[in-house]
């Protein structure tokens, strides 16, 4: 099989299996996730962002273009977020096809920079994102915030 990524933008016929995939993934409300996907959809604005990879007929991936990732530095964006590969999946360098994706689309929508707000330690790195600040969630947690050009020729 074939993997592909879509916008859901383009996709509307996936957008409740594509909501049910996000919910079950980051186990935070319903709501937040459906309000926020489901909006995406119709707003004039370029983001959210809403994009999933494809294997066959089954998503097997997904992460999202936002304004701002819950945490504090609000100047900060667009964002990387909800970055996920099913865990059968892993392994095969999806996750940086992912990235890749992320940073073109970024790009064409005119940003020259791409954050992302994470736990994860010696991952991100690898791809090239710069630790760039620490930020500060409203449930009491401090993340790393990396940055990375959007341009992909200036790696």
Same mark, same amino acid.
């Given at each position: 099989?074939?993997?592909?990524?879509?916008?859901?933008?383009?996709h509307s016929n996936l957008l409740k299996e594509a909501i049910e995939y996000v919910v079950k993934r980051w186990g935070l409300h319903r709501r937040i996730f459906e309000e926020c996907i489901t909006s995406s959809m119709t707003t004039t604005s370029p983001l959210p962002r809403w994009y999933f990879m494809i294997n066959g007929d089954e998503i097997i991936g997904s992460y999202s273009l936002m304004n701002n990732d819950f945490v504090s530095r609000q100047d900060l964006w667009p964002y990387l977020s909800n970055l996920y590969i099913n865990? &059968?999946?892993?392994?095969?360098? +999806?996750?940086s096809v992912?990235?890749?994706?992320?940073?073109? #689309?970024?790009? &064409?929508?005119?940003?020259?920079? +791409?954050?992302?707000?994470?736990?994860?330690?010696?991952?991100? #790195?690898r791809y090239g994102w710069l630790h760039l600040c620490n930020g500060y969630h409203s449930w009491n947690r401090e993340s790393k915030i990396y940055v990375i050009d959007t341009d992909q020729k200036s790696k």
């Open positions: 099989m074939e993997y592909q990524i879509i916008d859901l933008r383009d865990e &059968k999946e892993r392994g095969k360098n +999806l996750g992912m990235m890749a994706h992320a940073r073109h #689309e970024a790009y &064409k929508l005119g940003f020259s920079k +791409l954050y992302l707000c994470t736990d994860h330690i010696d991952y991100y #790195e």
